[in-house]
């Protein structure tokens, strides 16, 4: 006995307990030889949360990859893991010690990274958890950690290998430093927010002269760090003062005034104060000038002793104290309001300081050429949407060195040692023999320099694991348009540079969610939506469907609830279709036999061969949006509005053999859909092919359907039958006849000729539109529908008034029609530019436009 459907659909007792089964079973577990590998990577959630509505999206687009990889028969490995995210994590951590009255530096190195592994394994079971309500069929046999031992193997291996290669380097440079963290952040760990702010305008005075100048900044605070004033080598203005001093107002300095051709001469007074250690600009005129290069703020945002009687104060608070000092003293010309882009911390969200400090580098430049190189030939990362490989080319030949360096506890430690007498750097993967010695480096790496590892580094690189050699380079990575720079592109230039392969064939990139005004969902807007919270109320399988329904590739989408409930009533209407199959099957075996098929059998078949080539062919592309609005119509429109219907004439034949035929085409139909939806509901698939007949112990190991060839001869009558019961349908509506009123009809074809139909068919068209066939006078109502018309009784209907005024609408309609397809059809760039198919279409929609046109003005004389 099979499994039998509940009255109700019910997602919350449908979705109950399968998934646990399906991971006990191994259903999930890869490494079936005998098939052809296929392997995605997850992007590895942050331990730092709860999973959002972008990660359920994402995930959901690699578990339709994964299911349908496994369904056409691949040996389909979905890899998950998590990441340790180095600077998110420890603010978390530090946090939650906060709450408890202490923090890190009471615990020491070891007592903190203690404490950030149990907040790594409490969060990492709350997303095991959420894996398991998206329902993601993701192999937990090969579950990895950016943290853990074998990735630290690779990535000490990476690092030591890049800098004996020359491509990592330790030295100063202005660097984006978060005051709150007090660490270290790459140039894309930056966000750039527009602000307003102010202009400052100072007086320097010459010190030879007496002149004056006016000085300009946004930021006076750094002034204590201004090592001289510079001006334009041309500018005649200030020629003569080149090699004098100017006052500095900040600290009464003397500051040389230097050349140099950075200078705009058209902007502002065209004289500049340059602070070479708190701005990356001065920065390189004071490598260009041999200029010191004085620090003048403490890592956490406070000033040092540079800024004298200001020395401790916050950043911030130092600029208004300063600027009302110099105003007391009759320095300062202007403020003047300033709106402009200022960098912002990505994970604490604090004005970033551009701060001189010594770091870990990697040199950029040839990493990004082997992968620009790469992209021109036969190991091209291939771009879902194409417009991406723009993106991502145009990023790489612009991209500059990256800071890997992060002043954290918890991450990578960096595998470099500095001799405690000499001072000389060691870099390897064991710690000097000497160790007593060496103080290994306190720092640890970039969160991003594990993960750009992470499409080898999880199958066992190093090592030459069967795993690597089997499911690398990656078939597919799916992830957002925001970390094409964070992540894409360094998992590009790793895994060329240490694998000699692009890591992955394809990249599938989706956009952001957004709520149903459009706005991005934050914390502080208070506009997010818990995934889990939706899962509860509509169901996992709606969540799933409506996620992957509602936004092509590339695009943001809204979260709109009624569409996820529309989502959830699509479900439903499966259900009830199954619950009517099931109850006129049963337990039966039944085989397709195409000789016994009937045209509606024939028809119904035809259609989903279509379907299912549309949908193979937008399954390939990652076009999913497509899909699900492929199979909703097939499903909604074709199966259950129209054959369901339709079958009850079959099933109630006193013929057998028509019943069988009937019944078998239930089955075989019904069983296609819920396998061409499992990759999107996963959970209401397999409740409903455990209750068919044939069916195997799961879906999970079911086969892609493939076509079943039908006769097409003699379909077309099926689709006039349908255009005529719609059209009967539609005219009652009009004139407000009752469906259960019995009408008198004629079906007429293209050639004004009785339209011949199957007698099954007339039957079928007389039951359902409650008609009864005979020839009619030429003075009936004619209604047009595609492939001919059919003839109503007028008198059975309206009164000739209201007829007039309804043909009349309907000739001004089809006027219009013709006048735009001719339009159409007449312009030059449309018949050049436009695909061929189109073309001919508008031709065809043209013709068909004057036929029924003519029956209507047939109709009025």
């Not at 578990?63 to 028969?73: P, V």
């Not at 964070?486 to 230039?493: E, G, H, L, P, Q």
Request: with cysteine.
């Amino acid at each position: 006995m099979t499994k039998e459907l509940a009255q109700k659909y019910n997602h919350l007792e449908v979705e109950k307990d399968k998934y646990q089964k399906w991971v006990e079973k191994g259903y999930f577990t890869a490494g079936d030889k005998n098939k052809q590998p296929y392997s995605i990577v997850i992007p590895p959630p942050n331990v730092t949360g709860k999973l959002h509505l972008g990660h359920a999206w994402d995930n959901t687009l690699q578990d339709i990859a994964i299911r349908y990889q496994r369904l056409l028969g691949k040996d389909a490995l979905y890899l998950p893991g998590m990441d340790h995210a180095g600077i998110a994590t420890q603010a978390k951590v530090d946090e939650r010690l906060r709450e408890q009255g202490i923090s890190r530096y009471d615990l020491g190195r070891d007592g903190f990274l203690e404490k950030s592994w149990e907040w790594k394994e409490e969060y990492a079971g709350h997303i095991r958890d959420q894996w398991e309500k998206i329902g993601i069929s993701v192999d937990y046999s090969r579950e990895r950690f950016t943290l853990d031992q074998g990735l630290n193997d690779a990535v000490n291996k990476v690092f030591v290998d890049l800098y004996n290669e020359g491509l990592i380097y330790r030295g100063y440079r202005i660097i984006n430093w978060d005051v709150q963290a007090q660490t270290a952040l790459s140039n894309i760990e930056v966000d750039h927010l527009e602000i307003e702010g102010n202009f400052y305008t100072f007086e320097y005075t010459v010190e030879e002269t007496g002149e004056k100048l006016a000085v300009a900044t946004t930021r006076p605070e750094t002034m204590f760090g201004d090592v001289c004033i510079v001006v334009h080598p041309d500018d005649t203005r200030y020629q003569h003062l080149i090699g004098k001093h100017a006052i500095n107002p900040a600290n009464g300095e003397a500051l040389p005034i230097i050349a140099d051709d950075y200078i705009d001469i058209e902007f502002g007074t065209g004289v500049m104060k340059c602070t070479p250690a708190h701005d990356p600009n001065d920065y390189e005129i004071g490598k260009r000038h041999n200029l010191e290069m004085p620090i003048c703020m403490n890592p956490d945002g406070t000033m040092n002793a540079l800024a004298h009687k200001f020395e401790g104060m916050e950043r911030f608070e130092a600029r208004k104290a300063l600027v009302e000092y110099i105003r007391e003293q009759g320095k300062l010309i202007s403020i003047e309001k300033h709106v402009h882009s200022v960098g912002h911390s990505e994970r604490t969200g604090v004005i970033v300081e551009p701060y001189l400090s010594e770091q870990w580098f990697v040199k950029m430049k040839p990493l990004a050429a082997d992968v620009l190189e790469a992209q021109k030939g036969d190991d091209a990362i291939v771009f879902y949407p194409e417009r991406f490989n723009h993106t991502f080319t145009q990023w790489l030949e612009k991209i500059e060195d990256w800071t890997i360096s992060r002043q954290l506890w918890w991450g990578h430690r960096i595998p470099a040692w500095f001799h405690k007498e000499t001072g000389q750097t060691y870099v390897g993967l064991e710690a000097p023999v000497d160790s007593e010695n060496w103080q290994q480096d306190e720092d640890v790496l970039d969160t991003w320099f594990s993960s750009a590892l992470w499409p080898f580094s999880t199958l066992g690189w190093p090592e030459e694991t069967e795993d690597f050699e089997r499911y690398y380079p990656n078939s597919l990575m799916v992830t957002g348009y925001d970390i094409i720079f964070f992540w894409v592109a360094r998992m590009a230039f790793q895994g060329r540079h240490f694998t000699g392969k692009s890591p992955f064939k394809h990249v599938l990139m989706h956009g952001l969610i957004r709520d149903e005004n459009g706005l991005k969902m934050s914390k502080s807007l208070g506009n997010g939506v818990d995934p889990m919270d939706v899962i509860e109320e509509y169901g996992v399988d709606a969540l799933r469907f409506f996620l992957t329904t509602n936004s092509t590739p590339g695009q943001d989408m809204r979260y709109i609830p009624e569409k996820v409930e529309a989502s959830w009533n699509f479900i439903n209407k499966i259900w009830n279709a199954s619950r009517f199959v099931k109850m006129h099957i049963g337990d039966d075996h039944f085989d397709i036999n195409n000789a016994s098929l009937s045209q509606v059998d024939r028809h119904i078949i035809h259609k989903f061969n279509q379907t299912l080539e549309e949908v193979n062919r937008n399954m390939d592309k990652y076009e999913y949006a497509l899909v699900g609005n492929t199979l909703t119509r097939f499903v909604w429109d074709d199966f259950c509005n129209w054959y369901i219907e339709l079958s009850k004439s079959g099933l109630q034949s006193e013929d057998e053999t028509v019943v069988y035929a009937t019944k078998a085409t239930l089955h075989y139909i019904l069983k296609n859909i819920v396998i061409t939806l499992h990759p999107f509901m996963p959970f209401v698939t397999e409740e409903i092919y455990l209750s068919l007949p044939d069916s195997i112990e799961t879906i999970n190991k079911e086969s892609w359907p493939i076509e079943f060839a039908v006769d097409t001869e003699g379909l077309e009558q099926v689709d006039f039958m349908i255009a005529a019961i719609l059209a009967v349908r539609e005219t009652r509506v009009s004139y407000d006849v009752k469906p259960s009123k019995p009408l008198r009809a004629q079906l007429i074809d293209a050639h004004n000729q009785t339209y011949a139909m199957s007698d099954v068919l007339a039957k079928m068209f007389e039951t359902m539109a409650k008609v009864t066939l005979s020839e009619l006078s030429a003075d009936a109502l004619i209604q047009p529908i595609k492939g001919g018309s059919i003839r109503l009784v007028k008198e059975e209907l309206v009164d000739k008034a209201a007829l007039i005024e309804k043909l009349s609408s309907e000739k001004t309609r089809l006027e219009n029609e013709i006048n735009r397809a001719e339009k159409m059809l007449s312009n030059q760039n449309f018949i050049v530019k436009a695909p061929a198919a189109k073309v001919d279409e508008e031709k065809a929609k043209l013709d068909e436009y004057k036929r029924q046109l003519k029956v209507v003005l047939e109709q009025l004389d």
